[in-house]
């Protein structure tokens, strides 16, 4: 895997993600036209066009329904030389329309005659199974009759791929691209990235930790240190104002006592990012330390188009006298197997005016 198609997956898999973080009191079902056993048709590339006919015609009743969806591509045993592609409709509606939403699929289940599809009402952290025959459930080996719902684990990113593939039984299914989005789904996903990017997007300055984008609502730096000092670990009233002003007195002067604030607050597990016209500034204690959560953040500000993949980016450790500047692509291309071993969700906090 080179690394554009690594960011794609871990695009894909923030997005998913996202779709599954949104979605949690949502009633949602999960459900593919593709099949690969049909009786008469052997040729493999037939049996795709035929696949995407069926697709688009399960797409058509489900627009038609009112109902919103995101389509994720995914493949079966993708280390093989020629891996089966899927494509796999999520869908969502309101909890009104829980019922209606469950009697649909039993009928696309049948009209398309699947094996089965999976389901989550809003009032659950489960996926449930409906199979169209007689089978066996893969968690308690208990017999399933027909259209019977079962259990089949939490909804979360992790364990969809794993149920499709026990289901459906054509090997290992792991998700690698967003395909589509469209209804409810697509505003919600919209409406969700405004909400936590519209602002951030415009910022020049950031804090990070960990996997923490803080929005810093127009303020400085400074500033959002002492409007939040608690996050930053100072607990006690004024004590920012005190250890800076002690600070300005030892040194003689008021900028340089305000980076070595800083660093303090970099020894406490915060990176700064400062955009600037011509690069972008990533400071912070120690590499070593902060390697995982600077080249995830990177990967994160690509992803939402808040840097480019061609911005020039400057690293600069105060402990450790780190210096790097290259561009964001090649920091991350240096830094992939970092990336793969430790990838991370990133989410935007808002704290206190």
């Not at 695009?11 to 049909?38: A, P």
């Not at 660093?263 to 955009?275: D, L």
């Amino acid at each position: 895997m080179n690394f554009k198609e690594f960011r794609e997956r871990k695009i894909l898999e923030k997005r998913l993600f996202s779709i599954i973080q949104c979605w949690q009191k949502r009633t949602v079902g999960i459900i593919s036209s593709f099949k690969f056993n049909y009786e008469k048709i052997k040729d493999e590339e037939e049996i795709y066009n035929k696949n995407i006919n069926r697709h688009m015609e399960l797409r058509n009743l489900i627009t038609n329904e009112g109902y919103a969806y995101n389509v994720l591509k995914g493949c079966w045993d993708e280390e093989k030389e020629n891996p089966k592609d899927e494509l796999l409709f999520f869908i969502t509606t309101t909890p009104e329309r829980t019922i209606e939403l469950l009697k649909d699929l039993k009928k696309w289940r049948e009209l398309f005659n699947l094996e089965t599809f999976l389901f989550k009402p809003h009032y659950s952290e489960n996926i449930y199974l409906n199979y169209s025959t007689d089978s066996l459930d893969c968690d308690e080996n208990q017999p399933v009759l027909k259209g019977e719902i079962k259990p089949a684990g939490k909804f979360s990113p992790g364990k969809i791929a794993e149920i499709y593939s026990r289901t459906k039984q054509e090997g290992n299914f792991v998700f690698t691209k967003n395909y589509e989005y469209k209804g409810f789904c697509g505003a919600l996903l919209e409406r969700q990235k405004k909400k936590n990017l519209e602002k951030i997007c415009k910022q020049k300055d950031f804090w990070v930790k960990d996997s923490d984008v803080y929005d810093l609502e127009g303020k400085t730096q400074l500033a959002y240190i002492f409007s939040n000092s608690f996050t930053f670990g100072y607990y006690r009233t004024g004590e920012v104002g005190q250890i800076l002003s002690i600070l300005e007195q030892n040194i003689g002067d008021k900028k340089i006592a305000v980076e070595e604030l800083f660093i303090q607050v970099f020894k406490r597990g915060f990176v700064k990012i400062n955009k600037e016209e011509k690069f972008t500034k990533v400071e912070f204690d120690n590499f070593s330390k902060r390697q995982v959560v600077i080249c995830n953040f990177l990967l994160w500000a690509v992803s939402n188009d808040i840097l480019l993949e061609e911005d020039d980016v400057i690293l600069k450790g105060f402990e450790d006298d780190f210096y790097e500047k290259d561009s964001v692509t090649n920091i991350l291309e240096k830094n992939k197997k970092i990336l793969e071993e430790n990838f991370m969700h990133f989410g935007v906090k808002k704290l206190k005016a």
